[in-house]
């Protein structure tokens, strides 16, 4: 099993910064594909980023390319995601989540990771 804590979650006015971090323990791998996703009231879970093993290849949503930054320190077995200019469309539970066995690069989809973490609110004020 790998658990998945995330912090960093917050309260921040539209243009502002925050900074998520993913802890893993347990059975963790330094294989695994890490990715997070968010969800805002009355919508579905929705992808954001996701990276790989090595942390050199990373893919992220239109919605968030070019203001959203993730990467991973795998001595710390810590993931993070690294979210500037925020807008309040950006106001969700964010969590992180494990793919254990990749199959699809990159991993987009929410069925096909195995542990999640239990979410973090991220708070968006216009």
């Known amino acids: 099993q790998v658990q998945l804590v995330e912090s960093g979650g917050g309260l921040v006015q539209a243009g502002g910064s925050l900074r998520l971090s993913c802890a893993a323990s347990?059975?963790?791998?330094?294989?695994?594909?890490m990715g997070w996703f968010r969800q805002a009231p009355g919508k579905e879970r929705e992808f954001v980023a996701t990276?790989?093993?090595?942390?050199?290849?990373?893919y992220y949503a239109d919605s968030v390319k070019g203001r959203f930054t993730i990467s991973r320190d795998n001595a710390k077995n810590t993931v993070y995601l690294q979210m500037n200019s925020l807008k309040p469309e950006d106001t969700a539970i964010y969590y992180c989540?494990?793919?254990?066995?990749?199959?699809?690069?990159?991993?987009?989809?929410?069925?096909?990771?195995?542990?999640w973490g239990q979410g973090t609110q991220v708070t968006v004020s216009s």
């Open positions: 990276i790989d093993w090595s942390g050199d290849s990373t």
């Open positions: 347990g059975r963790t791998s330094r294989s695994y594909v």
């Open positions: 989540a494990a793919d254990s066995v990749p199959i699809t690069i990159p991993t987009t989809g929410a069925y096909e990771y195995d542990y």
